[in-house]
T-cell receptor
């Protein structure tokens, strides 16, 4: 049972570089989410997709874009990485909006 | 008032102790409630849902007090393996869940 799979697990970027974080779930969940977690800040929602074909901004969307490629996959793109985007990024999915989430194991991103 | 508030701790307790955490929420229309557990450098994992009548899962008991707008988590007979951060999570009727910043528990031998 893979659940939610995130790649890569670790990444170091230089300021201004771009990259895409990948997330896939095999639980046939409708909703998917991207969070970032910083010390003392808790989990903050970046973007979410309530269902295939829809995406919405969360609390901290600036500097990010997302694509819900299909029901299984939800990617997060950093177009021009900044040191402030150094964080741990978690993808999550749920059967429907507002129900319990299953998280991926996270991506630790450092921007230098 | 923040939407979900938790005492960050840490709560330091010896093995075998009973410990309780509270979490307050601001939206009286909140519909569902959860406790998640997050180990150091790991992803959050669902510990238990919280039901209106209260519910128990082994050594863990969750309570909801709608009148005072808080939920609680009680851990009995603490184990070393219970050391983690416990996140209070609320569904306020919006499209997403709201996470508290967590309460850290450290269980010592």
């Amino acid at each position: 049972n893979a659940g939610v799979t995130q790649t890569p697990k670790f990444q170091v970027l230089k300021t201004g570089q771009s990259m895409t974080l990948q997330c896939a779930q095999d639980m046939n969940h409708n909703s998917m989410y991207w969070y970032r977690q910083d010390p003392g800040m808790g989990l903050r929602l970046i973007y979410y997709s309530a269902s295939e074909g829809t995406t919405d901004k969360g609390e901290v969307p600036n500097g990010y874009n997302v694509s819900r490629l299909n029901k299984r996959e939800f990617s997060l793109r950093l177009e021009s990485a900044a040191p402030s985007q150094t964080s741990v990024y978690f993808c999550a999915s749920s059967p429907d909006r507002g129900r319990g989430y299953t998280f991926g194991s996270g991506t630790r991103l450092t921007v230098v | 008032r923040k939407e979900v508030e938790q005492d960050p701790g840490p709560f330091n307790v010896p093995e075998g102790a009973t410990v309780a955490f509270n979490c307050t929420y601001s939206n009286s229309a909140s519909q569902s409630f959860f406790w998640y557990r997050q180990d150091c450098r790991k992803e959050p994992k669902l510990l238990m849902s919280v039901y209106s009548s209260g519910n128990e899962d082994g050594r863990f008991t969750a309570q909801l007090n709608r009148a005072s707008q808080y939920i609680s988590l009680l851990i009995r007979d603490s184990k070393l393996s219970d050391s983690a951060t416990y996140l209070c999570v609320i569904n306020s009727g919006y499209s997403t869940l709201t996470f508290g910043k967590g309460t850290m528990l450290l269980v010592s031998p």
